[in-house]
Nanobody, 124 residues
Framework: QVQLVESGGGLVQAGGSLRLSCAAS????????MGWFRQPPGKEREFVAA????????YYADAVKGRFTISRENAKNTVYLQMNGLKPEETAVYYC?????????????????WGQGTQVTVSS
């Protein structure tokens, strides 16, 4: 049973930073793709960033390139999302996802496992 637990969300002013964490458990994640998605109020879930657990290949949505960084710490089975320069329109529930697949994935339906989400609120 794969479990993903996000943490690190909260309230931040525009231009501020937050670091989200996703602790993964239940199996070995060496061959997995990991991703971060977000769902703003009243909108659909959207891709933010993805990483291959092995090798560390990363991919970002255009809207966050240069401001967000996805990384992983193998020893802790944890994936991070460092978010800098946050904007009010990036207020959303942020979700961590995992897929048993060897390449980075950018579509929600490609992922097999999801965390419960963590709320990020950016005030103007």
């Amino acid at each position: 049973q794969v479990q993903l637990v996000e943490s690190g969300g909260g309230l931040v002013q525009a231009g501020g930073s937050l670091r989200l964490s996703c602790a993964a458990s239940g199996r070995t994640f060496g061959g997995y793709a990991m991703g971060w998605f977000r769902q703003p109020p009243g909108k659909e879930r959207e891709f933010v960033a993805a990483i291959r657990w092995s090798g560390g290949t990363t991919y970002y949505a255009d809207a966050v390139k240069g401001r967000f960084t996805i990384s992983r710490e193998n020893a802790k089975n944890t994936v991070y999302l460092q978010m800098n320069g946050l904007k009010p329109e990036e207020t959303a529930v942020y979700y961590c996802a995992a897929a048993n697949f060897m390449v980075v994935l950018t579509r929600a339906h490609q992922y097999d496992y999801w965390g419960q989400g963590t709320q990020v609120t950016v005030s103007s």
